[in-house]
């Protein structure tokens, strides 16, 4: 067969083979898109084509990225000593964040009306597991701080400040004229706070107390309480976690070796000194990615609490940088939501808003502060990056709740836009008449 025919005999198959494997396709039934993609790919409202703020979800997919890079860099060293597998952590956060996604999926499909209804149900769930976990919880390091159940443990802690804040907001919706003008009404959701907070310091767990302390009083600060309520309540509180800090001596020394690590660089001191050295290490632009020398079991907790160090010494300033940068933009985002939602009177979603935007902003500081030594080292992940299941499940549970307050306040200005150019055609053809 000449080369000619043989090159026409070619296309000519190909040509039948993509026309039959075409015809195939075709016959394959592809099943409908949930009635709430459909929505969010087709809106369209002041803002552009866009039902729902993609930006939200473009940060939060750069952070699991992050994320999963500094848990696989700092992770490798402990994983291979304690597992024999130094993928071991890098996979099980894998799987944090694949689990994170198909809740987010199902999540987006609840509207905002379920959670304000139920929120007094869910903070009743989350005082149940706070006393559950006292009761049959695991300890480790001497906190009993987690449930276990089967492969995982959940930590009681990290749902818990969800649920609470949306009771919060959902009490601000009842009570905010109380809040206003009387102190019983600023005092009730701190008795509820008081006896959380209790639970909390029986884990132990200071560091989720104070998260939750300063979200409830900035809160309660927005709701518009009054500024000498605030103030005074403030004091109070301050105190008494100072008082927690100084009749507990293991909190004592933290506060304290904070202000002087070097004084004993192998004791009270060590685990900031090391983070410490990590940030000198990677001055302006890092050491490069994996080459990190506190991961090397040098700095306890590397891809945990102090996941930020080990970026800083790998990639510098310019990392910490972006990093700060992007929390701080998801951070705004959620204010401004926040601010957004209360000018068109969905007040349970602009109250809830600005808790995820303080809580997020606030832990991320302290995490940030700890590791730099500003403030004094707590037990708090960085929303969205450090390791930690629990963690990666409700900050991305509280992502999603941002997602879903900005599509259901766009889908009312569709509506409202579409019913008044409906209103305005039935009017000009009454006029033509």
């Not at 026309?19 to 969010?40: D, F």
């Not at 907001?169 to 907070?197: H, S």
């Not at 409830?216 to 005074?232: R, S, Y």
């Amino acid at each position: 067969m000449s080369l000619e025919k043989t090159m026409t005999f070619a296309k000519t198959m190909s040509l039948e083979t993509t026309q039959a494997i075409t015809k195939t396709l075709a016959q394959v039934t592809v099943p409908p898109l949930p009635e709430w993609i459909n929505r969010y790919m087709t809106g369209s409202n002041q803002y552009g084509t866009n039902a729902f703020d993609r930006s939200l979800i473009v940060l939060g997919l750069i952070m699991y990225m992050v994320g999963l890079v500094m848990v696989a860099s700092s992770s490798i060293p402990v994983a291979e000593r304690l597992f024999n597998n130094p993928f071991h952590f890098v996979i099980r956060h894998g799987i944090y964040i694949g689990l994170s996604l198909a809740i987010a999926g199902v999540a987006l499909q609840i509207p905002m009306s379920w959670w304000h209804k139920n929120s007094s149900y869910l903070l009743g769930f989350a005082i149940v597991l706070l006393v559950t976990v006292l009761l049959i919880g695991r300890s480790v390091n001497g906190s009993t701080r987690w449930i276990v159940l089967g492969p995982i443990t959940v930590q009681a802690a990290e749902p818990a400040k969800l649920f609470f804040f949306c009771y919060l907001a959902a009490y601000l919706v009842r009570r905010r004229e109380q809040v206003m003008e009387n102190m019983k009404g600023f005092i009730k959701p701190l008795i509820v706070f008081g006896v959380m907070a209790v639970l909390l310091l029986l884990q132990p767990d200071l560091g989720t107390v104070i998260v939750m302390f300063v979200t409830t009083f900035g809160l309660l600060f927005l709701a518009g309480a009054k500024l000498w309520q605030f103030i005074a309540m403030s004091s109070v509180g301050g105190i008494s976690l100072g008082m927690l800090a100084y009749f507990e001596p293991y909190r004592w020394r933290r506060v304290t070796s904070f202000l002087d690590p070097w004084q004993d660089p192998f004791g009270s001191g060590y685990q900031l000194t090391q983070s410490l050295m990590a940030y000198g290490r990677g001055e302006v632009l890092g050491q490069g990615l994996g080459n990190s020398i506190q991961k090397l079991e040098y700095l306890p907790e590397a891809h945990t609490d102090f996941v930020m160090a080990v970026l800083a010494e790998e990639f510098g300033f310019v990392g910490i940088s972006v990093v700060l940068l992007l929390s701080m933009t998801l951070v705004y985002k959620a204010l401004i939501l926040g601010r957004y939602a209360l000018a068109k009177e969905k007040y349970f979603e602009g109250f809830l808003a600005y808790a995820i935007g303080i809580w997020m902003c606030f832990q991320a500081a302290v995490n940030i502060g700890a590791s730099a030594g500003i403030v004094p080292t707590k037990g708090l992940t960085m929303p969205l990056i450090s390791y930690g299941g629990s963690s990666m499940i409700v900050m991305t549970l509280a992502l999603v709740l941002l997602i879903r307050i900005d599509h259901e306040i766009r889908l009312q200005s569709i509506q409202a836009t579409s019913s008044k150019r409906n209103s305005n055609k039935s009017a000009s053809k009454s006029g033509d008449k």
